[in-house]
């Protein structure tokens, strides 16, 4: 199984339980040539394959706003989980808990 997809951040361990969802449903997202993420108040965006059970990432984006960037890393757990972690650059480092997030097929 590939890191391919979208993925629901669960959970931020350390943070309350609403900070991941305050703006809008925490994600991550991994596609074939990038990806993208988003949680609390913070949004990036990353290059790079994810073809493989893990992956690390150089991102860039906002936070409240503000120009950020930093790296970042995740990995597949054998429960089909997705761990890894979001590091600011001169700042904190997120750790996240993520899950597939299903797809519609449902025409809207």
Same mark, same amino acid.
């Given at each position: 199984?590939?890191?391919?997809? *979208?993925?629901? $951040?669960?959970? /931020?361990?350390? !943070?309350? +339980?609403? !900070?991941?969802?305050?703006?809008?449903?925490? !994600? /991550?997202?991994?596609?074939?040539?990038?990806?993208?993420?988003?949680? &609390?108040?913070?949004?990036?965006?990353?290059?790079?394959?994810?073809?493989?059970? +893990?992956? +690390?990432?150089?991102?860039?984006?906002?936070?409240?706003?503000?120009?950020?960037?930093? &790296? &970042?890393?995740?990995?597949?757990?054998?429960?089909?989980?997705?761990?890894?972690? $979001?590091?600011?650059?001169?700042?904190?480092? $997120?750790?996240? /808990?993520? *899950?597939?997030?299903?797809?519609?097929?449902? +025409?809207?």
């Amino acid at each position: 199984m590939s890191l391919a997809g *979208r993925w629901r $951040i669960v959970e /931020i361990p350390g !943070y309350e +339980a609403d !900070y991941a969802d305050m703006v809008e449903p925490a !994600y /991550i997202l991994f596609g074939p040539t990038g990806g993208e993420f988003a949680f &609390g108040c913070v949004t990036g965006s990353f290059a790079g394959a994810s073809e493989s059970h +893990a992956v +690390a990432f150089d991102w860039d984006g906002n936070d409240e706003m503000d120009e950020v960037r930093g &790296g &970042g890393w995740a990995e597949l757990q054998d429960n089909g989980s997705l761990v890894g972690e $979001i590091n600011f650059h001169n700042g904190d480092d $997120i750790p996240f /808990i993520a *899950r597939p997030w299903p797809t519609s097929s449902t +025409a809207c």
